[in-house]
């Protein structure tokens, strides 16, 4: 015989300090929840991702989309066009990218700036003017790289597809449609994780775009640097470009998050040779893209991009006394890209095992993926900073 019986779950109450609550903006009807991350309990505003489109919020990027598409509608008639080819000289393709990323961008900033004045939202409020442009020509990039290597696929998948100006603006429409809710979503989303996401995509995706659109079939054969030179494709624009953005990017996640630890970590010479090792990583990485490797630049090409590996080197090597509360996990991680760098080295310079190209990427993949995870230490810092202030004030109520 089966009995049902009602079971009554344990109820916990959590109370905040005064002062914590006041500086959240928090009332009784707040609606807030408790996440688990990395062992730690973490309290957070109770506002779903779905309901971020609420309201007259949605309204904006679907009404700049059809008014987008009634613009290149009425474009196409003034220019005579009857039929739009996807891709190629005054194209759909064209179009798409174009007025997406100029509509999609100043829809970002227009929703970026006007979440500062959120009281939840403590990253734009954190964030300075000086990175304000930064942020917004990354975003913009993204937008450029992704609907540009996009259009290029379906230029392959549909090799001379034609349109009607009316399915064309359809077409228009939709992709409109997406890229606006997508910049809309990420900046009322936008914080430090989506940041260092941002300079992920931003690495990555222009160096496979570079790739992919690249004349040389062979330019594996030179080395990675060679997809910034003229020889590549539209002179390596591509590939430059993305190198310059995600050096602006990483240096405003840099005085983002270093000068959110002062409030932690007060005058801190330690956090100032960091920050200053840091943004020369960062400025040093923009160079490159500035001096690609052609015959004019190629000995500021080599300055800067052996500077770099110095700088890396140096990070590594000095973490264990810049950084605190350094864990000895991330120590002996720390060591052994180092160590993995000097080997590839070694294979390289002396033993003649690795090509040029082979080791350029896996010198690069090491070293930036180990860039993230420090800047993914210095976060923990914070967070932990921010655990550690809420739980003296408890004590000391």
């Not at 240096?251 to 956090?271: G, H, N, T």
């Not at 800047?375 to 739980?391: F, P, S």
Request: hydrophobic content about 55%.
């Amino acid at each position: 015989m089966l009995m049902g019986e009602s079971m009554k779950k344990d109820e916990y109450q959590l109370k905040l300090p005064a002062d914590v609550s006041d500086q959240l903006k928090l009332d009784q009807d707040t609606p807030v929840k408790l996440v688990v991350k990395r062992d730690r309990l973490v309290v957070q505003f109770a506002e779903p991702r779905l309901q971020i489109f609420q309201g007259r919020v949605l309204v904006w990027p679907l009404a700049l989309a059809l008014l987008s598409a009634i613009g290149y509608f009425i474009y196409c008639l003034s220019q005579g066009l009857h039929a739009v080819r996807l891709v190629g000289d005054n194209s759909l393709a064209t179009g798409i990218i174009v007025i997406g990323t100029v509509v999609g961008t100043l829809l970002f900033a227009g929703f970026f700036i006007r979440d500062r004045n959120n009281p939840h939202n403590h990253f734009t409020q954190n964030i300075y003017w000086r990175n304000f442009p930064v942020i917004v020509l990354s975003f913009a990039l993204i937008v450029v790289l992704m609907l540009s290597g996009s259009m290029w696929l379906l230029g392959t998948l549909f090799k001379g597809a034609i349109f009607d100006i009316f399915t064309a603006s359809v077409i228009f429409m939709v992709f409109s449609a997406v890229v606006n809710l997508v910049m809309v979503y990420f900046a009322l989303m936008v914080d430090v994780g989506v940041l260092t996401t941002v300079l992920t995509l931003v690495i990555i995706s222009g160096v496979v775009i570079a790739m992919a659109v690249n004349n040389q079939r062979y330019w594996w054969q030179h080395n990675l640097s060679f997809l910034g030179t003229n020889n590549a494709s539209s002179s390596g624009w591509q590939f430059n470009a993305t190198l310059i953005f995600a050096a602006l990017l990483m240096i405003a996640l840099i005085d983002y998050l270093f000068v959110s630890l002062q409030e932690f970590f007060p005058k801190s010479r330690r956090l100032l040779v960091l920050r200053i090792l840091l943004t020369l990583t960062a400025v040093d990485l923009g160079l490159v893209g500035v001096f690609p490797n052609n015959v004019s630049s190629h000995a500021l090409h080599d300055q800067v991009a052996t500077f770099l590996v110095y700088l890396i080197m140096a990070l590594i090597v000095g973490v264990r006394w810049l950084l605190p509360r350094v864990t000895q996990e991330f120590l002996y991680l720390s060591y052994g890209v180092g160590a993995a760098l000097f080997v590839a080295e070694v294979l390289f310079r002396w033993v003649g095992y690795f090509s040029l190209t082979a080791f350029e990427m896996m010198a690069f993949v090491l070293a930036f993926g180990w860039l993230l995870m420090l800047l993914d230490r210095i976060e923990n810092l914070i967070n932990t900073g921010t655990a550690g202030e809420i739980v003296q004030n408890r004590e000391n109520n």
